[in-house]
């Protein structure tokens, strides 16, 4: 069982900063894969970041995103962090954290890029709103 809770989001207007955590625990999140979905109203959740908590740095990143979002983790506080820069409109969503705690070979995030149906835990959700 792995638990997992967001903290960080709120209203900020664009072009603005934020940043998302998300305190894991249980077992197997050592070497886990950890990731950050965003779902907007009338819109399907997709997989913004997800990173590899075994080390290696290997990090995946959807093309929306890509050098505007960091993801990265704090081993000691068994927590992922997501840094989210110039903040657009249109990165109004909840934003969930997710975990699945196979992320090597066959299920690296590589081979099995994040999706909703491959990741079996997930937090409550944090809500960023990014007005114009």
């Known amino acids: 069982q792995v638990d997992l809770v967001e903290s960080g989001g709120g209203s900020v207007q664009a072009g603005g900063s934020l940043r998302l955590s998300c305190a894991a625990s249980?077992?197997?999140?050592?070497?886990?894969?950890m990731g950050w979905f965003r779902q907007a109203p009338g819109k399907e959740r997709e997989g913004v970041a997800a990173?590899?908590?075994?080390?290696?740095?290997?990090?995946y990143y959807a093309d929306s995103v890509k050098g505007r979002f960091t993801i990265s983790q704090d081993h000691s506080k068994n927590t992922v962090y997501l840094q989210i820069h110039s903040l657009k409109p249109e990165d109004s969503a909840m934003y969930y954290c997710?975990?699945?705690?196979?992320?090597?070979?066959?299920?690296?995030?590589?081979?099995?890029?994040?999706?909703?149906?491959?990741?079996?835990?997930w937090g409550q959700g944090t809500q960023v709103t990014v007005s114009s």
């Open positions: 249980g077992r197997g999140i050592s070497s886990a894969c």
């Open positions: 997710a975990a699945r705690t196979y992320c090597t070979g066959r299920y690296s995030l590589t081979s099995l890029p994040p999706r909703v149906g491959n990741f079996g835990y």
């Open positions: 990173i590899y908590t075994g080390g290696g740095g290997s990090a």
